[in-house]
């Protein structure tokens, strides 16, 4: 075998594994998510279910703080209460608030956080804005609801809990998308 026969046949075998390392690549994406749909893992953008009767816990308070937060947005956002005391078990709603201050429609998606860690085991949220990309017209303001259970079986120690949002803007997204149950322009 000759030198430019060697060679196409390293070049043959570099690109079809390029190909192949592409192509798997891609696959990751729909496979990891199937994973976490089938596991519970990564669960922040989808809504809980309730147990048929929750048990409030009426003889212990928690303080959540709520948080909002903007990452390469021209927007306001803002919680319309900074902190509220719950019982363990007790639906809770609250109301965010969010205004794009451009003049073009942005497409935006809301990433939560909790604190302390342990927070995410026992929070359930059946209503939340960050289900779903929100866009905004030119300086619309929009009010947004998020209706939540922190269970009763929250350490006792913990007594003060933080729920945080982080909107991103989403490049490239279409505008096409309803706007939530409980919303208003």
Known sequence: MNTIEANSVVMKKLLIFTVVMFVFGFALVPFYEKICEVTGLNNLLQADTLAEN??????????????????????????LQSSLRVHPGELVEVMYEVRNNSDREINGQAIPSYSPQLLAKHLK??????????????????RMPVQFVIESGLPTDVNTVTISYTFFELAGATAATSTPKGTQG
Not at 54 to 79: C, H, K, S, Y
Request: hydrophobic share 35%; net charge positive.
């Open 54 to 79: 929750p048990q409030v816990d009426t003889t212990r308070w928690v303080t959540v703080e709520l948080d909002a937060n903007i990452r390469g947005l021209p927007w306001q956002f803002r919680p």
């Open 125 to 142: 949220k059946l209503e939340c804005f960050c289900f779903s990309k929100q866009v905004l017209k030119p300086n619309e303001t929009r």
